[in-house]
């Protein structure tokens, strides 16, 4: 650049001497690349955001039932993020380094890696965006955007970055984007392997330090699939999804003295498919719609066939200028408790697959979290409350009545109550200022004895009031703002 400025400079000083026709010429070549390039450096666009989030959690029986006489546990846990995008000329490159770690789970005097059960640092998203389309397309986005990167659509039940994770969640992907007119088209695959191979693509998709996938589901896709088409209309939003998840097969070899059991895995995987839409829909000017269906076929991560639904509705209605309420449910499928499960029988049980857990069924993240809870499925009643007392500062309330969705065995060939138990949810939001934000729920469960039984998150002694409680301090600077 700073060349061609000089050859420019050199040529317009030649306008003493005579200006001859070739110079001409190459002083309007040479205007065009200066107003070409100086066009690029005008798109070319550098951001540099991050995020501090302190989050100092008291858990009394969150994610599952302590047991009567359990001490609560209190600790302070630290999301730090550096986030670097850069636009240039049909291309976007974005990272965002993560360091996720509790409060004192390093000696204060050392500089090391920490294991993986106590996370530390990585790209949480590390992905380039390669324009298909210039400038002159008439088409809004044609895309191809490649890397680790969060997949995320609609209200995030089934796909979602999980936010409230301080780990949060990613994939590492390709996704071709087209998006015009309203209308969203993205098709994206994923393919793992746990390192350079030589030979053969098996992949150990168990991780013993993490869970992947919800309803503790502890295994890895090998690879997946997925079509999104969206559009949007004057009365709202509506999509559709098909996603299949591949799971590698594997074999139980039993041997040794005593004897024990392990997976081996072999060539060739299990696919599940789910298929659904979702609505988000403004029925009046103070009454929201929003619903999803989804059907799940194919085969589980153990081979099992599966034939598993997933059905919700959440209305939204405006009271006043300040509060919003509305009841709503969802319904999970389940498998029936009282029936036999063999390697051959099928499951009923729908797993919502790569989803946002805690914005729906629940703050404690008993259902669909890290913490199973057997294969019956689940009902979820709620009434939601939501008042905005000031611009800056929201007041929620959610109870949710928590039920299994299919029969639950006592282990003695009888049926137990298929109520689970009552949640309450409370939630202040404050902004200080649109960088600052602070945040503090308080959240308490009546379960029931059917909650603790084997068949559920089989605890014995329980203490059946666990409570939940935290403050979170969310900072989100951007270093090139200018105030």
Known sequence: MQNIKTTLLNIQGSKKGGISAVNLSKSFLLGIALTLLSQNEAKAQLTATGQIRERTELRVGQGTLQKEGDKAGLFTSQRARLNIGFTGYRFKIYTSLQDVRVWGQDASSINRTTTEANNGILFHEAWAEVMLNDTTSKIQNLSLKVGRQE??????????????????????????????????????????????????????????????GTNGIGTMYKSFQYAYLGKKFFFGDVSFLFFKDDFNKYT???????????????????????????????????????????????????????????????????????????????????????????????????DPLYGTPHKFWGSMDYFYAASGFGKQGLLNYFFKMKYNAKDNLTFLLDIHGFEAANTLSNGAGGKLDSYLGTELDLLVKYNLTKMINIEAGYSIMKAKNSMASAAVKNIATPDLSPQFAYVMLNIKPNFLAKK
């Open 151 to 212: 997949i995320s659509y609609d209200d995030q039940k089934v796909l979602g970055g999980l936010d409230w994770l301080q780990q949060g969640r990613r994939h590492d992907a390709i996704v071709f984007k087209y998006a015009n007119k309203g209308w969203i088209a993205d098709v994206g695959a994923a393919f793992n392997q746990n390192k350079e191979l030589n030979t053969g693509t098996v992949y150990n998709g168990v991780n013993s330090a993490y869970s992947a």
């Open 252 to 350: 139980n070899v039993t041997s040794g003295s005593p004897a024990v059991t392990t997976k081996v895995y072999g060539e060739g995987v299990w696919s599940r498919n789910t298929t659904g839409f979702y609505f988000n829909s403004n029925i009046t000017r103070k009454l929201n719609l929003t619903g999803s269906a989804y059907h799940q076929g194919g085969h589980d991560k153990d081979g099992r066939s599966l034939r598993a639904n997933l059905a919700s509705i959440t209305s939204t209605f405006q009271i006043g200028r300040k509060l919003f309420v509305g009841p709503g449910i969802d319904y999970l499928s389940g498998t029936d408790g009282t029936k036999a499960v063999t390697a051959t029988s099928q499951s009923n049980l729908f």
